[in-house]
C-alpha cells in the first residue's frame, strides 16, 4: 500500500475515551490514515474489533489498570507511537446555586473528584505510562484533548474548564521534560462542536440551570458567537489530531492548538 501524506501506516496510536464522542471521530481518521489505532475505553472488550481499531478495557484513573493497558499494547505492537490523552468527563456544577432550587447541580466534592479523576489524574497516568515505554523507544507523541474552556473559563463549568486548563499546562511542562528524548507533548482544544451523542437531555438540564434558562433556550445562534459563524465538525478535530501526531508536525511542541473557528484566544 502506498503511504498517504501523513505517512501513520507503520504507528501505534492509542486513543482514551476512544470508543464514542470526539474520540470515536479521532480513531475513524486514525484508522482511514492507515494507524494502527487502539481504544482504550471502559466500554470496550479487549482484543475486539471496533470499526478497524483493537480495543483495550481500561479505567484511566486506575494505575494498575492503566499499567495493564499499557503492557497489552506493548505485547501486540511491540510499540506507541503516540498517545492521544481524549478520556474526559464534564458534568455543569455551579460554585454557588444561589436561587437554591436545584442543588444537586450545586458543585460539590463527588463531581469535583469525578472531573479530576479522569480529566486530570487519568490524563497524567496514561501519559507517564505510555511516556516511559517512549523513552525507551527514543520517540513518541503526548497528545493531551483540552478544550477552548481551559482557556476562557465557562459559566456553568468551572471545574471542568479548571481541569483543562490543567491539561495545558501539562502539556508545557512535560513538552519541557521530554522534548529531551525526542517525545513531543502538546494539545488541541476543541470548541463548541457539533453533538457527538453524548450530550443527553440530563446534561442539557444541567447547563441550562446552570446558565439561567430553560434547555431549549440554549443558544445555536452561533453567527453571534463564532466569527466562521458554525459549530466544528468532529472530523476536524479528527484531521487536526492525525496531523499532530504524525511525522508532518515534527517542529510542534510545548503548545496547545484551538479548534474553535475564531472564537477562542491563541
Known amino acids: ?121 487519568g490524563v497524567f497516568l496514561c501519559a507517564q505510562a505510555c511516556a516511559k515505554e517512549m523513552v525507551k523507544q527514543g520517540q513518541g507523541v503526548i497528545l493531551n484533548m483540552s478544550s477552548e474552556s481551559g482557556k476562557e473559563g465557562s459559566q456553568g463549568q468551572s471545574a471542568y474548564s479548571a481541569t483543562k486548563g490543567a491539561v495545558d499546562s501539562f502539556t508545557r511542562s512535560w513538552a519541557k521534560e521530554l522534548g529531551k528524548y525526542n517525545i513531543r507533548v502538546l494539545a488541541c482544544a476543541p470548541g463548541i462542536m457539533e453533538a457527538t451523542g453524548l450530550r443527553t437531555e ?25 466569527p466562521l459563524g458554525r459549530d466544528g465538525k468532529l472530523e476536524e478535530v479528527g484531521n487536526l489530531v492525525a496531523y499532530l501526531v504524525s511525522d508532518r508536525a515534527s517542529y510542534i511542541a510545548g503548545t496547545t492548538i484551538n479548534v474553535s473557528g475564531g472564537k477562542s484566544r491563541g
Open 202 to 226: 440530563a446534561y442539557n438540564e444541567a447547563l441550562a440551570y446552570t446558565r439561567g434558562c430553560k434547555p431549549e433556550e440554549l443558544s445555536t445562534d452561533y453567527t453571534k458567537v463564532i
Open 1 to 121: 500500500m502506498t503511504q498517504n501524506w501523513l505517512g501513520l501506516e507503520e504507528k501505534v496510536v492509542v486513543v482514551t475515551g476512544g470508543a464514542s464522542g470526539i474520540g470515536k471521530k479521532v480513531v475513524d481518521t486514525l484508522v482511514d490514515a492507515g494507524a494502527k489505532t487502539v481504544i482504550v475505553d471502559m466500554n470496550v472488550e479487549t482484543g475486539k474489533d471496533l470499526d478497524g481499531a483493537y480495543c483495550v478495557q481500561c479505567n484511566v484513573t486506575d494505575p494498575e489498570s492503566v499499567s495493564a493497558m499499557v503492557q497489552t499494547v506493548m505485547g501486540k505492537y511491540g510499540k506507541i507511537d503516540a498517545l492521544v490523552n481524549n478520556a474526559g468527563i464534564n458534568l455543569p456544577r455551579l460554585l454557588v446555586d444561589v436561587k437554591g432550587e436545584k442543588p444537586q447541580y450545586e458543585l460539590n466534592t463527588d463531581s469535583f473528584d469525578k472531573m479530576f479523576g479522569v480529566n486530570v489524574k
